[in-house]
């Protein structure tokens, strides 16, 4: 192997002889590896996908709140009180009429308060703009305060079923795991990696893999004490060979 050169693994028979960008474009093995992932997880999330509010809903305007609030927030801490703020500002207008000190108090328990001063910029932008009404384009979207490609992605993914490739912390950790791929800082807008996560969820039921493969992280493939001997993508995945041949999985 030439020296930079980054190779997938295939866990029964060792090194795959090519890098990884050739065996993006055209691995047969790439593509059974996309498959398996496919029909893994999605079977995985018919019943383990968590049930949270803002999954339940059609509302840009209750997702885009939920997806602010995540932001570096834990799910189960953001349920806690989103049902009530929703009660208190149901829509974009109502959060222009609350003001910045409002929101600052209401969001203050989960900490990180620039979200409330992300939340009004942004009301004031859609209802000024679009009256009230969240744009679902990807151009339109990415024109909005506090709105990158990560939250563009998952809107269009969760509210239109549009296989975007939704790249964060936690779906860049599994596809770096399963694949073999060192994963830092800048992963998340690699074009590698969103080739993968488009290939993945480029599927039938793209909304249903988006939540699998983040819950799939968050419970499954976490960060720390990974599950991986009841994974069932071990059979594939690159981490797992490793940790097993290091003696780390009993």
Not at 224 to 238: A, E, G, Q, R
């Amino acid at each position: 192997m030439n020296p930079g050169e980054e190779t997938i693994e295939d866990p029964g028979k060792g090194e795959i002889q090519c890098d990884v960008n050739t065996c993006l474009q055209n691995g047969e093995h790439y593509m059974s590896m996309i498959k398996k992932i496919q029909g893994e997880l999605l079977k995985w999330g018919e019943k383990k996908i968590r049930n949270y509010p803002w999954r339940n809903t059609g509302d840009p305007y209750r997702v885009i709140v939920a997806e602010i609030m995540l932001q570096r927030t834990g799910a189960d801490q953001v349920e806690k009180i989103y049902d009530k703020f929703i009660e208190k500002f149901p829509d974009f207008r109502s959060v222009v009429v609350a003001g910045q000190d409002r929101l600052r108090s209401e969001l203050r328990p989960l900490g990180l308060l620039w979200r409330a001063d992300l939340l009004y910029r942004m009301a004031q932008e859609v209802v000024g703009k679009y009256g009230g009404v969240l744009p679902l384009n990807r151009d339109e979207l990415m024109k909005l305060p506090g709105i990158g490609h990560y939250i563009a992605s998952a809107l269009l993914c969760s509210l239109c079923n549009i296989p975007e490739p939704v790249l964060d912390t936690n779906t860049v950790r599994v596809i770096g795991r399963i694949f073999g791929i060192e994963v830092t800082d800048s992963s998340r807008r690699s074009k590698k990696f969103e080739k993968i996560m488009r290939d993945m969820i480029d599927c039938v039921e793209p909304r249903k893999f988006f939540l699998s493969i983040i819950d799939f992280a968050a419970t499954v493939c976490t960060a720390d004490d990974p599950k991986c001997k009841s994974c069932s993508l071990n059979d594939i995945c690159s981490f797992y060979r490793v940790r097993l041949n290091e003696g780390k999985i009993n």
